[in-house]
């Protein structure tokens, strides 16, 4: 039903409740700097009308052959979507004075955790919320009572962008539901910001169904946290400009350390479970990546138009070679392990020294010396505080995580699509991971730019 698609769960649907006008104003000061004269006051004030939609999709293909082609059926037939956008409405759906909202950051470390925690307290404190506490340690921080609740406000907030990590901290794991909204109900919880990524989001859209069960009136609005860009629909989510930026310095590290050796060969393991955004990104930004290697993206080692004959290949012709490979890529040539981690991840085996050892082997039995270099960036990408345009989004994503909980939303998320900032349902973000699709026109580019082979 692509009418209805992303229609937003609202408070309303099942409580009885009326809206009041809003306590968000952008001149309630007194001030007069937001002018233009003949602007009706509702623009001056930014607030979005309900009724708003941003365009998912702005492209339209005429044929199914045209390169990156997304069609919804084989004559490639258009269906326009529209998604709700996100901001300060003029009607809102809880009393500022009473809220008490709570915020809980889960899963692993991204850059911009901090500065999105800052932007939702400071809009809340706008509103006039009085009382917002922070859940200490991702969704174990509800039920573990040796975690005490660490309470926010602008002072608290203040200088947290300026470093790394997260001021509530996070963890994987301890996600039972019932236990959680039993700890929301007890704490009189009425707005919850939940940062996560997509098993956060899982859980936050059970809690979200859990509370209107029990008729909790709690508004569950999630930040999408994940560094490898894997959300649906989202042209990127915080953070993952950073880790691109960031993974540079290693690939540069990578390129020099394979250009000043003799026959060097530089190696470099970047995140990436199941998407290979950013080692695709990585290795078109920094130019310097002869190998990208991602999950979604079959290769062999072995054999002609094998990675390793490649290899052999760039040694006599280049003198050196840097490769970059994506955590999750290549896990087929991998022992399997049912091992999985406190989240029921399952765990990945180690790619990244997998194919070092390989290189050394092969180069040790063709007789060619090589000199192999391994790095491993993955915990300095992700304890990073964000760059410039991370820590924008960050606080645009941040800011109205708060308008769309004041507006009675409850289990969506805030997200960016096609330059617009929207809100959407929960599920329609995380049905499966975003993956980087082989066909698509970047991928073709990376091809382009590293010059590599289809290694099958
Ligand atoms: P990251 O990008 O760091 O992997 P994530 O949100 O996917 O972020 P996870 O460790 O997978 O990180 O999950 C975070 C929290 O969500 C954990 O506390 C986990 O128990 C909980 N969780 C994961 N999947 C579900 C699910 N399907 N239902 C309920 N809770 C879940
Ligand atoms: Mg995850």
Redesign the pocket.
Known sequence: DFENRFDLPHLRDVFDIKPMPTTFSLHNRGSQIVSGADLPEDRKNGYVNDDDRALLKVIKYSSPTSAGAECIDADCSWVEQWVHRAGPRKQIYFEPEKVNAGIVT???L?PGLNDVIRQIVFTLELYGVKKIIGIPF???GFFDQGLPEIPLSRNVVQNINLAGGSLLGV?????N?SEIVDSIQARGIDMLFIL????????AN?IHNECHKRKMKVSVVCVP????N?ILLMDKTFGFDTSVEEAQRAINSAYIEAHSAYHGIGLVKLMG?SSGFIAMHASLSSGQIDVCLIPEVPFKLDGPYGVLQHLEHLIETKGSAVVCVAEGAGQDMLEKSNAT?????VVLGDIGVHIQQRIKRHFKEVGVPADVKYIDPTYMIRACRPNASDAILCTVLGQNAVHGAFAGYSGITVGICNTHYVYLPIPEVIASPRTVDPNSRMWHRCLTSTGQPDFM
């Open positions: 889960c899963g692993g991204c991702g969704y174990r963890s994987r794991g301890g996600a539901v996560g990524g997509n098993g956060t989001h899982a859980g059970a946290k994940t560094i490898d894997d479970r981690d406190a989240s029921g991840n």
